[in-house]
């Protein structure tokens, strides 16, 4: 029986999962790895200058091509490190497995380079153990077959969201007999996904037929059930309200799209969710944000509305609202089965006059509140400027990661997005620097597509180094950075409840505004940059943006910008 060191084998299982990158940084505990990467050409390494960018960017990726991304680090630093981009993926329902570096195994305990250990021998990996759906170490690398297979099934399977397996640097350079991995060539690389229980389809088709003033509540983009989502609306000509996280599940423009609800919600949309008779959540926890901090008759009244919820996961269902009907199982199986069962019910369908009218005219009156200040040649520029000419310069199916602020909550309120599963905002974590590290991961997912980043410069400033891995590796993504120097969203709350923006403008020590130009950070690093002087150098800045990318090649474009809040018709406590 032949026999191949760890490494090799790691990779080449990788390789037979169709794993075609791998995001990660460098670090003593994985230059095993490193070599077996360096010899196996069907695997892409993509080196990072900073874990979380590597983390990040492998969200990134796995948004777009719906399964685990893979990412490797090294322990102590390597794991703090990583830690914030895992997280990141675990609440948003992100498949990953992470491959990390640990000490040699016969020193655990006995504090060896960057060790740490302060409640047990060898549990470092534990740091990531809060944000993983399971953490294993490698105590025998006879065992590694099996938690291979184990890690991608549990990452891609139920809830989706990261893994980790922790490997002792030793472990990496052991041989190892071919013949031990024979299980991994027979196990499949899909789980099929549960359809919902027949009574539960019949109950909620029942449900829907029957009610007078429905709502679907839409959290679905992650399902690709966008089509049965539309089928099954048209069908009972049902208004559609959704999350944040959910923007992209139907076209904006969809004439049964009523928008997004809560604190950076629609008033419009509140108006229906909060007397509707009946509401079926899909795929949503009726998070905070998306519920008005769950204040009764803001966006829903529990004491008028009978919730129904479908989720993969059962610890979702009924955790913030009591639900008369809860059903686990996959969306795009499930609402195919609720439709087909109201089709059997009620086969002429359902009309609500006058519904599609309304929702027209309220989002037409929308649209027109915005004209003036969208159409406004103020410099800075206004945010709803800049996402006016955004909108002008990207192709329809082009691919947007947001940040946090204006780039996410004023997207996902103003910016309408017509294909599914062109954006992808970071929702339950809402980490700051998310944008810039994701559009990496995206647009290595989407070689042909162009795909940007809409960021503020505070997100942007958390790891500028995003810029290396874009030249090193070629990834001809763009970055607009929205600035207005300053966290801005946390300086709108703070004034607004205590009337000062302390610790959120930046500014020198003599208090003069400060923000570092990062056209000239940009192409320091090598990436072609403009920094707009007027309103009207930003959409020529987009279009050079675009054509750089169909040439290969990363962009930034810098807007300076008016710190304008975002509109909030719901509540947050």
């Known amino acids: 029986m032949s026999k191949k060191l760890v490494s090799d084998l790691i990779v080449d299982y990788l390789a037979r999962r169709d794993v075609e990158y791998v995001f990660g940084l460098c670090g003593h505990t994985v230059i095993g790895m490193l070599d077996a990467f360096n010899r196996n050409p069907k695997v892409k390494y993509i080196s990072n200058r900073h874990e979380a960018v590597a983390s990040t960017a492998a969200d990134g990726y796995a948004r777009l091509t719906h399964k685990a991304s893979v990412v490797m680090c090294h322990l102590g630093p390597g794991l703090t490190n990583v830690l914030t981009g895992v997280a990141n993926a675990s609440f948003d329902s992100i498949p990953m497995v992470v491959i990390a570096g640990d000490v040699p195994s016969y020193y655990f305990g006995r504090h060896p380079h960057q060790e740490v250990n302060m409640h047990a021998d060898g549990d470092q990996y534990k740091i990531l153990e809060p944000v993983c759906k399971r953490c294993w170490r490698i105590d025998d690398v006879e065992a590694l077959p099996y938690i291979m297979d184990k890690a991608f099934r549990m990452a891609e399977s139920g809830r989706p969201g990261p893994v980790l397996i922790d490997v002792p640097m030793d472990m990496f350079s052991r041989e190892m007999e071919e013949d031990l991995w024979s299980r991994t060539y027979k196990d499949s690389h899909v789980t099929m996904k549960p359809a919902l229980d027949p009574a539960a389809v019949k109950a909620i088709a029942k449900r829907l037929v029957e009610a007078e003033n429905p709502v679907l509540h839409a959290g679905i983009l992650l399902a690709q059930a966008s089509e049965e989502l539309a089928a099954l609306a048209e069908f009972l000509d049902i208004p559609v309200s959704r999350t944040l996280m959910g923007q992209g599940c139907l076209s904006d423009r969809h004439p049964l799209m009523i928008g997004q609800t809560g604190f950076w919600g629609m008033e419009f949309t509140h108006s229906i969710t909060v007397n509707a008779d009946v509401i079926l959540g899909l795929g949503t926890r009726f998070a905070e944000a998306d519920s008005s901090s769950w204040y009764q008759g803001v966006t829903f009244d529990p004491d008028k509305t009978t919730f129904l919820q479908i989720d993969i996961d059962p610890t979702e269902i009924g955790r913030n609202y009591p639900v008369e009907i809860g059903a686990?199982?996959?969306?795009?199986?499930?609402?195919?089965?609720?439709?087909?069962?109201?089709?059997?019910?009620?086969?002429?369908?359902?009309?609500?006059?006058?519904?599609?009218?309304?929702?027209?005219?309220?989002?037409?009156?929308?649209?027109?509140?915005?004209?003036?200040?969208?159409?406004?040649?103020?410099?800075?520029?206004?945010?709803?400027?800049?996402?006016?000419?955004?909108?002008?310069?990207?192709?329809?199916?082009?691919?947007?990661?947001?940040?946090?602020?204006?780039?996410?909550?004023?997207?996902?309120?103003?910016?309408?997005?017509?294909?599914?599963?062109?954006?992808?905002?970071?929702?339950?974590?809402?980490?700051?620097?998310?944008?810039?590290?994701?559009?990496?991961?995206?647009?290595?997912?989407?070689?042909?597509?162009?795909?940007?980043?809409?960021?503020?410069?505070?997100?942007?400033?958390?790891?500028?180094?995003?810029?290396?891995?874009?030249?090193?590796?070629?990834?001809?993504?763009?970055?607009?950075?929205?600035?207005?120097?300053?966290?801005?969203?946390?300086?709108?709350?703070?004034?607004?409840?205590?009337?000062?923006?302390?610790?959120?403008?930046f500014h020198t020590p003599d208090g003069q505004p400060y923000t570092p130009c990062w056209a000239d950070v940009a192409k320091a690093y090598g990436v072609d940059a403009i920094r707009c002087e007027s309103a009207e150098d930003f959409l020529p800045a987009m279009e050079k943006a675009i054509a750089a990318n169909k040439a290969g090649k990363p962009f930034l474009v810098e807007a300076p910008m008016e710190n304008i809040v975002v509109p909030t018709p719901g509540c947050w406590n």
């Not at 009620?346 to 009156?365: F, H, S, V």
């Not at 997005?417 to 339950?428: A, L």
């Not at 700051?432 to 647009?443: D, E, Q, R, S, T």
């Open 328 to 505: 686990i199982g996959d969306l795009k199986i499930g609402l195919a089965q609720i439709l087909e069962e109201v089709k059997r019910i009620c086969p002429e369908g359902k009309q609500r006059p006058g519904l599609r009218d309304k929702i027209a005219q309220a989002k037409a009156a929308f649209k027109e509140s915005n004209k003036a200040i969208s159409d406004d040649a103020r410099f800075p520029m206004t945010p709803q400027r800049i996402l006016r000419d955004v909108k002008a310069a990207i192709p329809e199916d082009a691919v947007i990661f947001t940040d946090v602020g204006w780039n996410k909550n004023g997207v996902a309120q103003q910016f309408d997005i017509t294909v599914p599963g062109s954006i992808h905002h970071s929702s339950g974590l809402a980490t700051m620097g998310f944008g810039p590290a994701a559009v990496l991961g995206g647009k290595v997912a989407a070689p042909d597509r162009i795909v940007l980043n809409l960021t503020g410069d505070g997100g942007f400033g958390i790891n500028p180094t995003v810029l290396a891995a874009a030249v090193e590796h070629g990834i001809a993504c763009t970055w607009v950075v929205m600035n207005n120097s300053a966290f801005g969203t946390i300086a709108g709350l703070e004034n607004a409840n205590y009337q000062t923006k302390f610790g959120t403008v």
